[in-house]
């Protein structure tokens, strides 16, 4: 069982920043993908940006630019830093992991919630 915990959400006026941080209890982080989601109200969960162990990123067209996820492989966390915000960007924010070869090994943070105010 991997236990992800999340945190850095806040309220932020427009163009702010943010950074998020999951930290990630396992003992073999290199093993896993790893993700940020974000889901804002009436919406579907969407994917914000992902990273591979060896650090290969990719974002979403709405926050390239922007965002720029990295991970600590050493400290097994991941981190979300977010500039240039707008009120679209408010939603509950969401760490991922998921393991390179078994794909029922997918699990979820709780999620923390992330307001961008005019």
């Known amino acids: 069982q991997v236990q992800l915990v999340e945190s850095g959400g806040g309220s932020v006026q427009v163009g702010g920043s943010l950074r998020l941080s999951c930290a990630v209890s396992?003992?073999?982080?290199?093993?896993?993908?790893m993700a940020w989601y974000r889901q804002a109200p009436g919406k579907q969960r969407e994917l914000v940006a992902s990273?591979?162990?060896?650090?290969?990123?990719n974002y979403a067209d709405s926050v390239k630019g922007r965002f720029t996820i990295s991970r600590d492989n050493a400290k097994t966390t991941v981190t979300l830093q977010m500039n240039s915000l707008k009120p679209e960007d408010t939603a509950v924010y969401y760490c991922?992991?998921?393991?390179?070869?078994?794909?029922?090994?997918?699990?979820w943070g709780q999620g923390t919630q992330v307001t961008v105010s005019s």
């Open positions: 991922n992991a998921k393991h390179l070869m078994i794909t029922a090994y997918d699990y």
């Open positions: 990273i591979t162990p060896t650090g290969g990123a």
């Open positions: 396992t003992s073999i982080f290199s093993i896993w993908n």
